[in-house]
């Protein structure tokens, strides 16, 4: 493929945890390194989520992108795995251009983009569904992009502070347990962003005062972090971590963007990786080499925690 922006198709959840938005915003802050081809939504509400996603794309002058709803269920469980916090629609960004919400399915979008679009790669920063369903519409579809780049995976120790996670923090890949199988088993050249390394990485409170002080994106990235903020502190302190005072968004979303910008600041592996399901419970298992099972996945499994939130936080405040 000739030198120029990688283009990728940004499959989201966007709209409940701030990271999707950040992550987007992050996106939007790169054109010369990322070249946004679609954005699709998945579980839930997912054509709210599509409106989140039109009025940020507005925002920031992107009306040309093209935005789809997804799967709204998970393939197999319950729908109560897709739930949301109540604040969703309180993201929907005031903009007089909003990018267009087509009627074209989430898995038919990615299917006709990974055709139509040399060297693309699939982000995907919410349940694997939209990209399982895909596959169903074309089992060739690992052979027909350059890779896909997931935040999920819970490898080897996942913390809140000094708090360690029993598995199943990992909503991504977890909420919808047989889509991840399907999507992990397919073949594609994967790289996982691991909740390992996005629960040490996160937006500052200084960070998060300089971005009300830039340009209208980052202004409605900020307003939308201190919607977020309140119920990111119920949530993990109900878990039985403690959020560190600084912290005003985990940026596991944009952890995994800034891996296709610039990965300096991650550390990866590559790991020998079973995906099962234990209890009901998704397991990403890293296993000896030598057993010969497992599929080879590139893996983050350390992290420059106070680098990466650097560079995001100024991708994102130097984009106006």
Not at 161 to 183: K, M, Q, R, W, Y
Not at 198 to 217: F, H
Request: negative net charge; contains cysteine; aromatic residues 4%.
């Amino acid at each position: 493929m000739a030198d120029g922006p990688r283009p990728i198709l940004f499959d989201t959840d966007i709209g409940s945890d701030v990271d999707d938005v950040l992550a987007l915003g992050l996106i939007l802050a790169v054109p010369d390194k990322l070249s946004l081809v679609a954005v699709t939504t998945v579980a839930g509400d997912t054509a709210l989520r599509a409106q989140i996603a039109a009025s940020l794309l507005g925002l920031a002058g992107r009306t040309d992108v093209e935005v789809c709803a997804g799967e709204s269920n998970p393939l197999l469980r319950s729908p109560k795995r897709f739930g949301a916090f109540g604040h969703e629609a309180d993201c929907v960004a005031e903009t007089p251009d909003a990018a267009t919400v087509t009627d074209e399915p989430a898995p038919e979008r990615i299917v006709r983009a990974a055709r139509e679009t040399e060297g693309l790669e699939i982000v995907l920063v919410g349940p694997m569904t939209n990209l399982a369903r895909a596959l169903a519409l074309d089992p060739m579809l690992p052979t027909r992009v350059s890779g896909i780049t997931i935040m999920g995976g819970h490898i080897r120790q996942v913390r809140i502070g000094d708090f360690v996670c029993a598995p199943g923090i990992d909503h991504n890949l977890c909420s919808d347990p047989e889509a991840t199988v399907a999507v992990l088993g397919a073949g594609f050249r994967t790289t996982l962003v691991t909740a390992d390394v996005t629960l040490e990485t996160w937006l500052s409170k200084s960070s998060l005062e300089a971005m009300r002080s830039a340009g209208p994106v980052s202004r409605e990235l900020a307003r939308q972090v201190d919607i977020w903020e309140p119920v990111q502190r119920r949530l993990f302190t109900q878990l039985g971590g403690q959020v560190d005072p600084d912290n005003a968004a985990y940026l596991h979303d944009p952890l995994t963007v800034l891996a296709l910008i610039d990965d300096s600041s991650l550390g990866f592996e590559s790991l020998q990786i079973v995906t099962t399901i234990e209890a009901g419970v998704l397991r990403t298992l890293e296993v000896d080499r030598a057993l010969s099972i497992g599929v080879p996945t590139r893996v983050a499994t350390r992290v420059d925690a106070a680098k990466a939130s650097h560079q995001i936080a100024g991708y994102l405040i130097g984009s106006g």
